[in-house]
Nanobody
Framework: QLQFVESGGGLVQPGGSLRLSCAASGGTLEYYAIGWFRQAPGTDRDGVSCITSSGGNTNYADSVKGRFTISRDNAKNTVYLQMNSLKPEDTGVYYC???????????????????WGKGTLVTVSS
């Protein structure tokens, strides 16, 4: 069974940086568009960023545009999310999941397939 494992979260001060990793096991993520999603306390899980299977196109929520960068290394079976200039509102549990197709990454409200892992907690606080 294809599974996704998130890592790299932690506690950082505002303005700090983190690099999250999404590693696939039990299969390859090479053929999937991959999205990063965030769930803050008391909120629904929302899309943060996504990248198409080839890495040719990316998409970002307005709240993170210019601060976050998504990338992938299919040879390592891993997708990354570089998070810079972190703000307290970036706090939440971050999940990665495949999208239904590459076209889904171009939508405003892209959503992941039901391959959710445990997520990794990012806390931005002074």
């Amino acid at each position: 069974q294809l599974q996704f494992v998130e890592s790299g979260g932690g506690l950082v001060q505002p303005g700090g940086s983190l690099r999250l990793s999404c590693a696939a096991s039990g299969g390859t993520l090479e053929y999937y568009a991959i999205g990063w999603f965030r769930q803050a306390p008391g909120t629904d899980r929302d899309g943060v960023s996504c990248i198409t299977s080839s890495g040719g196109n990316t998409n970002y929520a307005d709240s993170v545009k210019g601060r976050f960068t998504i990338s992938r290394d299919n040879a390592k079976n891993t997708v990354y999310l570089q998070m810079n200039s972190l703000k307290p509102e970036d706090t939440g549990v971050y999940y990665c999941a495949p999208l239904y197709n590459d076209a889904a990454c171009g939508t405003e409200y892209f959503y992941g397939m039901d391959y959710w892992g445990k997520g990794t907690l990012v806390t931005v606080s002074s």
